[in-house]
């Protein structure tokens, strides 16, 4: 497996577990005796690690943290400090974390900020899976020589 393979299989497997967060989020949301809390989580899961799928295929190393402000601005801005700036929205789920999992954190999390937290979710993966998914889509075409963009 080439470099190149094993960032594009790396990537791939960040945006799936992405995916299954996402997809988590909805059924618990929809699930109307569900712990609203519980439905943050996913939607912060899920876009800390749409931020490390992308800073994976920009071959950048990351800390285990979970902060996602953090991520956006130590990690992603140097490579686009426009897209941090756009995606600064999401560090908003960070604590919706704390909230769920502490019962001393203050505030629950009800239905209307577990949709406010889809939404975030929502925005920020409309953010970053274009650029990941163009990143996929190159790395493939790279790989069949007679491929033209698009094949």
């Not at 005796?33 to 749409?50: H, I, R, T, W, Y």
Request: net charge negative; with cysteine.
């Amino acid at each position: 497996m080439s470099v190149s393979d094993d960032v594009r299989s790396t990537v791939s497997q960040w945006l799936a577990r992405t995916q299954l967060d996402r997809e988590d989020a909805r059924i618990l949301f929809a699930n109307r005796s569900a712990n609203f809390g519980n439905v943050a989580v996913p939607c912060q899961q899920a876009v800390e690690k749409l931020i490390k799928a992308y800073l994976v295929r920009h071959a950048v190393r990351f800390p285990k943290i979970h902060y996602i402000a953090r991520l956006l601005e130590e990690l992603v801005t140097p490579l686009d400090a426009d897209l941090a700036q756009a995606a600064d929205f999401a560090g908003q789920l960070t604590p919706h974390v704390t909230l769920s999992r502490y019962p001393d954190a203050g505030d629950e999390v009800d239905r209307d900020v577990a949709r406010g937290a889809i939404g975030l979710m929502d925005r920020a993966w409309a953010l970053f899976e274009p650029r990941i998914l163009e990143f996929l889509e190159d790395q493939e075409t790279a790989d069949d020589p007679g491929c033209v963009r698009g094949c």
